[in-house]
């Protein structure tokens, strides 16, 4: 008869650490609700969380120092995790992409040697091809997780970047693979 008690009671807590468990994270994972937003004058398009929204150009700047800031950042309320798009000046064609790619490639490899690279190649999404750097790079105070894609548009190569410190990656990593993944070019 103890047995069968002990054995009720150990279900019995189960259930109540699950059911705290799931009281603790279910609302997290219903709070990341996406939408799809236009950047770039609706050159490109992907999903967001809602919470995110437009950085003001005064933080762009403080964030951002050099003159070859992004030109759109969309962040969270923080303004700590970012989803920035630099539509540059410098010609590239889609024909660009793999070269461009081994030269941005060895540039960052050179710039952060201390850098812990994930992913590093050349794919297709969404009709588009794309080069893909994923990298964790040293800052001042921390360490930040950089998702970058570069491509093509209007015959201009467009960096598209989000970025996390690993403190907040846990939380914010698989947002920013869903984000990256959803990017589109619109208008080739």
């Known amino acids: 008869m103890q047995i069968a008690v002990k054995i009720k009671l150990k279900s019995l ?3 109540y650490v699950l059911f705290f468990s799931l009281i603790i994270y279910l609302p997290s994972a219903f709070s990341d609700s996406f939408v799809r937003v236009n950047a770039l004058g609706g050159k490109v398009s992907l999903l967001v969380p809602e919470n995110f ?6 933080i762009i700047k403080v964030k951002y120092p050099s003159s070859r800031r992004p030109s ?3 962040s969270d309320k923080t303004g700590s995790v ?4 630099n539509h540059t000046n ?3 064609s889609v024909s660009d992409i793999k070269s461009a790619h081994s030269y941005i490639s060895k540039m960052f490899r050179n710039t952060y040697p201390s850098a812990i690279w994930f992913r590093d190649e050349i794919i297709e999404q969404n009709g588009h091809v794309y080069m893909v750097m994923e990298l964790i790079t040293p800052v001042q ?3 930040i997780h950089n998702i970058i894609y570069g491509t093509s548009v209007d015959n201009r190569y467009l960096l598209t970047s989000f970025n996390t410190t690993v403190e907040q990656s846990e939380e914010w990593l698989p947002l920013g693979k869903k984000m990256m993944a959803s990017l589109t070019v619109v208008n080739k």
């Open 53 to 58: 929204s437009p950085m003001s150009e005064d």
């Open 90 to 92: 410098n010609a590239m």
């Open 82 to 85: 970012t989803l920035a798009f």
């Open 13 to 15: 807590i189960k259930c």
């Open 72 to 74: 759109e950042v969309l």
């Open 141 to 143: 105070d921390t360490n």
